[in-house]
């Protein structure tokens, strides 16, 4: 009898579980329903310093801003559940197993191409939706119908980066890069080398160094004995490339004023940013409250890492509009694959099919950006309907 109760006991508990997913909303005393998000990211450590952090502020900015919305004549809002990834793998398959079997989601987005990758499995089979970073094209398709990457791809941000080069610079014929030993780093040095090539500009060499290095020097040598036109680093290493004589042409993904700040206005003239910043002209007019609010809140800069989960918390709110519920996870991927959804950024949709066989790439207009003097500058725009013809081009191939 007692062991057939806690068989009994355990098949509650999974019951439980599975109305948990299933539902993943909660009703307030005042008729305002609640729906989850789960959202794993550092939360330690440098990238919880750099990136974590940032990102859990500004999600919750976010909410407090978006406030109540109504789905299907429901008031609702959301119930942000944070878990610390670690930004590996092993804190992927953690904080998405908590998430879903815990808190019971049905949305769940990472911080970080590690920790996405390795929740990939999870989240199909429990049938959760996983908007994914920096994932390659093959980790999506037909068989992964819950997965979507839920920001601008690196293959946009090259694809518009080496476009803009070579047309303002002719001057560029070789390239190389220099990134972290993560997913996301191997993701942009195949997307930038692929895309360097289709605009003839011969690619040179990817280094990529392990987690939490400090000495550069030794990378730094080898890639100025290279000698490339345009090469991909972050400050730290062009500092030390600069007084070693290199002359190129940087570019990066991210930007902050304290990066020039801490390497010198000098040596970050020129510095061209591929992925959207919310900068200079790329800060858009409904945006300008939020970031006003995130820097007189936090004190520090609403930079690209803030910037991107604003986007997303904003689109993700309107899909959820748009399909009408907010628990039938196939009618909100439906939506997800034929709505284009409103940010104050302008309009998001997923597509690519044609790269992906899904069409679960986000794609949106982008933007390059320069440092010059002390300010960042917009130097070359795409509109969505353009990158999605060029992205086709230069990978579908």
Known sequence: MEKWLSLMAVGVLLLALVIGVACGEEEEADGVKEV??????????????????PSKQ???????????????????????????????????????????????????????????LASQ??????????????????????DKPHSFMGQLSVYADCAALFKYVSEA???????????????????????????????????????????????????????????????????????????MGWEGIPFYALWASAYGEDAGWDTVQGYLIYHNAPFGEGLHEA?????????????TEFAQVP????????WLTDALEKAGTVDDV??????????????????????????????????????IGEIRGEEYHVVFEMSADESEALLIDIFGK
């Open 307 to 314: 910037w991107g989960r604003v986007i997303l918390l904003y």
């Open 58 to 116: 500004a999600f919750e900015l976010a909410n407090e801003y978006i406030g109540e919305f109504t789905v299907a004549g429901e008031r609702y809002k959301w119930d942000l559940i944070f878990e610390d990834n670690h930004w590996s793998s092993q804190g992927g398959v953690a904080s998405t197993t908590k998430l879903i079997f815990e808190d019971g989601v049905n949305i769940i987005t990472h911080v970080g191409g590690d920790p996405s």
């Open 169 to 243: 610079h002719p001057e560029v014929k070789t390239a190389s890069m220099v990134f972290e030993d993560s997913v996301t780093g191997h993701r942009t040095g195949e997307a930038a080398a692929t895309a360097a090539e289709y605009y003839g500009i011969k690619w040179l060499d990817a280094e990529y160094y392990p987690t939490g290095t400090v000495e550069f020097y030794p990378i730094a040598t080898k890639m100025t004995s290279e000698d490339p036109d345009l090469c991909c680093m972050d400050t730290r290493l062009l500092s030390t490339m600069r007084e």
């Open 36 to 53: 989850k998000l789960g959202i794993g990211l550092p939360l330690t450590g440098i990238y919880g310093a750099v990136i974590g952090n």
């Open 287 to 299: 945006l300008k409250p939020i970031a006003a609010e995130y820097e007189r809140r936090f004190g």
């Open 330 to 367: 196939d009618q909100i991927i439906a939506t997800l694959e034929t709505e284009t959804l409103d940010t104050p950024a302008g309009p998001v949709k997923f597509g690519l099919s044609e790269l992906d066989g899904a069409g679960h790439q986000c794609i949106m207009p982008c933007w």
């Open 121 to 142: 499995r999870i989240c199909e089979e429990a049938g959760v939706i996983l908007l994914t970073a920096g994932l390659p094209l093959d980790a999506f398709g037909p």
